[in-house]
T-cell receptor, first 115, second 114 residues
Framework: SAVISQKPSRDICQRGTSLTIQCQVD?????MFWYRQQPGQSLTLIAT?????????ESGFVIDKFPISRPNLTFSTLTVSNMSPEDSSIYLC????????????FGPGTRLTVL | DQQVKQNSPSLSVQEGRISILNCDYT??????FLWYKKYPAEGPTFLIS?????DKNEDGRFTVFLNKSAKHLSLHIVPSQPGDSAVYFC?????????????FGQGTILTVHP
């Protein structure tokens, strides 16, 4: 299984500011995914991060609000821009199973609170 | 439009007994299903998966059953242990693998009492 780390683990931010979340994987992976879990809700896919190309966003999510970078096969960032209290969520990155495992593995998440 | 539903927000079970967590889906295109366990302040941990070509998959104490005609799957944990206390999510995907967008249910909080 892949070992995934995220930074920061949590943060409290002011309305109108931006936060960049980092996701690091211990092995090269083709696809990385960014999910959001709002309070009391299920996990929802924000976008798929491809190395060397633009991220693919799900309906309801736009690049201006959630810009994503994927500079190499082990790293990605998600920025939450111009934050409002509605952005308070847990943000998680995941990777498609490395090797022969057909599974998505998740990072520990970043708990974001916007005041 | 909740395509994957876990209708029981919580379940309480005695240690040693069976825990049964249920999940229903509406999208006929889903053909690969996964269960994840999540502890507070941690990311979801993969437990077990099943493809629509099967109706049962076992891994140790965990068994997943799939009823395609009813669009229903369940996770059985036998015997249940206090360390199993966590939030359990079912997830579904189309395309026969877990590659791509996973659609999650809202989770069931399992509490196993000693």
């Amino acid at each position: 299984s892949a070992v995934i780390s995220q930074k920061p683990s949590r943060d409290i931010c002011q309305r109108g500011t931006s936060l960049t979340i980092q996701c690091q994987v211990d092995s090269q992976v083709t696809m990385m995914f960014w999910y959001r879990q709002q309070p009391g809700q299920s996990l929802t896919l924000i976008a798929t991060a491809n190395q060397g190309s633009e991220a693919t966003y799900e309906s309801g999510f736009v690049i201006d609000k959630f810009p994503i970078s994927r500079p190499n096969l082990t790293f990605s960032t998600l920025t939450v821009s111009n934050m409002s209290p509605e952005d308070s969520s847990i943000y998680l990155c995941s990777v498609y199973g490395t090797g022969s495992t057909d599974t998505q593995y998740f990072g520990p998440g970043t708990r974001l609170t916007v005041l | 439009d909740q395509q994957v539903k876990q209708n029981s927000p919580s379940l309480s079970v005695q240690e040693g007994r069976i825990s049964i967590l249920n999940c229903d889906y509406t999208n006929s295109m889903f053909d690969y299903f996964l269960w994840y366990k999540k502890y507070p302040a941690e990311g979801p941990t993969f437990l077990i998966s099943i493809s629509s070509i099967k109706d049962k998959n076992e891994d140790g104490r965990f068994t997943v059953f799939l009823n395609k005609s009813a669009k229903h799957l369940s996770l059985h944990i036998v015997p249940s242990q206090p360390g199993d206390s966590a939030v359990y999510f079912c997830a579904a995907n189309a395309g026969g693998t877990s590659y791509g967008k996973l659609t999650f249910g809202q989770g069931t909080i399992l509490t196993v009492h000693p």
